[in-house]
T-cell receptor, first 110, second 109 residues
């Protein structure tokens, strides 16, 4: 069966510090991968998606970036975090029309 | 106008009640409709998946889609305290999935 991992589970970072969140998928090959952010009381905002290694599409202009160095690895990064980057970050993969989510990373920027 | 509208609640019901959760949408291109359940501090989990108009039942859960009205519903029968969570509707007609903001449900024992 397919499994999606995210780490770390929680993170507290100062403003201006860098960020690296990692997502890996098991049990599938060439998945479509997604990064979402969920702010408190709000819906899921699509940040990036990837259809293959090195292929990244950005949905929202921001100071975040994404990379896909391997087929089943998706990384979310920032060089300098802002207060507004706080939120719950979710990685997801899609099979057909169904999306499956990882456990999420809760990021607090102070 | 948002593509998907969902009442954020919270919705509080007694144990055993029938719960009705709803979403409206504006894009007639949506063909696939989903409901996710999200417990606090966890990732959303896929609960129900339906294609086009009609009903789909799975245990205590029934998903209903009315494409003519652009309206989808999730019914929970015999609600349990363990059903307390945020429920997100979602829909897609292509590569991207659009999510509602979620409805918080509390089922009181």
């Amino acid at each position: 069966s397919q499994t999606i991992h995210q780490w770390p589970a929680t993170l507290v970072q100062p403003v201006g510090s860098p960020l690296s969140l990692e997502c890996t998928v098991e049990g599938t090959s060439n998945p479509n991968l997604y990064w979402y952010r969920q702010a408190a009381g709000r819906g899921l905002q699509l940040l990036f998606y990837s259809v293959g290694i090195g292929q990244i599409s950005s949905e929202v202009p921001q100071n975040l970036s994404a990379s896909r160095p391997q087929d089943r690895q998706f990384i979310l990064s920032s060089k300098k975090l802002l207060l507004s980057d706080s939120g719950f970050y979710l990685c997801a993969w899609r099979v057909g029309n169904e999306q499956f989510f990882g456990p999420g990373t809760r990021l607090t920027v102070l | 106008q948002k593509e998907v509208e969902q009442d954020p609640g919270p919705l509080s019901v007694p144990e055993g009640a029938i719960v009705s959760l709803n979403c409206t949408y504006s894009n007639s291109a949506f063909q696939y409709f989903m409901w996710y359940r999200q417990y606090s501090r966890k990732g959303p989990e896929l609960l129900m998946y339906t294609y086009s108009s009609g009903n789909k039942e799975d245990g205590r859960f029934t998903a209903q889609v009315d494409k003519s009205s652009k309206y989808i519903s999730l019914f929970i029968r015999d609600s349990q305290p363990s059903d307390s969570a945020t429920y997100l509707c979602a829909m897609t007609g292509g590569f991207k999935t659009i999510f509602g903001a979620g409805t918080r449900l509390f089922v009181k024992a």
